[in-house]
C-alpha cells in the first residue's frame, strides 16, 4: 500500500518560491506516476503536475507551466514540486497523490484514479 507525506508549505508573499516534498513509501517505483492537485476556494481540486515514475516525464496544468516545476529523486523516494514565482491564486491546500504500479497513470483530469493521497500542505501566498 502507498503512503504519501507531504512537508514543505508554508507563507510567502508574492513572487516568492517554495520547494514541496513528498515522501513515498515504500517506494516511487511502487507507482506509476505521483501528482500534486491543489485545492484553493474552488471546492473541486485542481491537478496541478504529474511525474511518471518510469521515465520521469512531467505535465503542468497551463496555471503553473513555467512556473512550477517537478522532479522525482529515487534514492531519497521523494517527489519535489519547486514553485517560483508564486502569486495570490497559488494558495491552497497541495496534496500529493499517486497512481499504484499497473494501474496506468491517469492525467491531471484522472484524480478520482489516483489511489493514495498525502494529508496536504498548505500553501499561503499574500500581496
Known amino acids: 500500500q502507498v503512503q504519501l507525506v507531504e512537508s514543505g508549505g508554508g507563507s510567502v508573499q508574492v513572487g516568492g518560491s517554495l520547494i514541496l516534498s513528498c515522501t513515498v513509501s515504500?517506494?516511487?517505483?511502487?507507482?506509476?506516476?505521483t501528482a500534486w492537485f491543489r485545492q484553493g476556494v474552488d471546492p473541486v481540486p485542481e491537478g496541478v503536475a504529474i511525474?511518471?515514475?518510469?521515465?520521469?516525464?512531467?505535465f503542468y496544468a497551463d496555471s503553473v507551466k513555467g512556473r512550477f516545476t517537478l522532479s522525482q529523486d529515487k534514492f531519497t523516494d521523494t517527489i519535489y514540486l519547486r514553485m517560483d514565482d508564486l502569486q495570490p491564486h497559488d494558495t491552497g491546500m497541495y496534496y500529493c497523490a499517486a497512481a499504484p504500479l499497473g494501474s496506468l497513470c491517469p492525467g491531471l483530469s484522472g484524480r478520482a484514479r489516483f489511489k493514495a493521497w498525502g494529508h496536504g500542505t498548505q500553501v499561503t501566498v499574500s500581496t
Open positions: 511525474i511518471n515514475s518510469d521515465r520521469y516525464r512531467t
Open positions: 515504500p517506494s516511487i517505483s511502487s507507482t506509476d506516476c
